[in-house]
């Protein structure tokens, strides 16, 4: 009997790795459930550093970087806090791009905002199309809003399926502010 237990943990440990390894291998254009939607999302972090992105000599990250045309000297610092959106397995803690509008100090811990997580096939940093923050929705001290939107079933899911296809001015959000030293010193 110990044996057989023994085996049965042993395959649902197995089981469970290589479904966490299918998962991280799945390629972004297939997660067609997050992608081209406004999600409401929760800041976990609100500076995520953005400095050094572009400067990796992988031959991967460097061919992706080509697909969104990032260019370093134009992207490298852009203002982002890493937010979280989804539930259960289905959680997703990336960073967004802050938009000129909002400042870091609305957006501590806990806070809610709006983030578009763009189309992969549609994402570019040339247009301004990458995961993004559009708005703030509710400061992180402010327990009612917060409230109301976990009533509502708002809380870290889709708000809009089917967004414009120029959701950012929609929001009137732009993206053209770089972090500051200030900023770096502050929250880093």
Known sequence: MKKIT???KLLAVGLFALNLS?????PPSER?????MVWRATI?????DTSKVGTSKDEGTVEVLKLLHFVPSRDSGLRAAFVQYGEGWDTHTPYAVVPDQVEFSQIKR????DVMEEQWATSSYETA???R????????DDDKCIDAEKTAKRYKAVVDEHPPADVSAKYGATYLRRVT???IAKYK
Request: glycine share 8%; aromatic share 8%; hydrophobic share 45%.
């Open 181 to 183: 030293p200030e900023e």
């Open 129 to 131: 199309h990458f995961r």
């Open 133 to 140: 923050i559009l708005r703030v929705v509710c400061e992180s």
């Open 6 to 8: 023994t085996a049965l």
């Open 32 to 36: 067609k459930d997050v992608y081209g």
């Open 44 to 48: 976990v972090k609100q500076y995520a």
């Open 110 to 113: 806990g806070a809610l905002v």
């Open 22 to 26: 299918a998962c991280g291998l799945m």
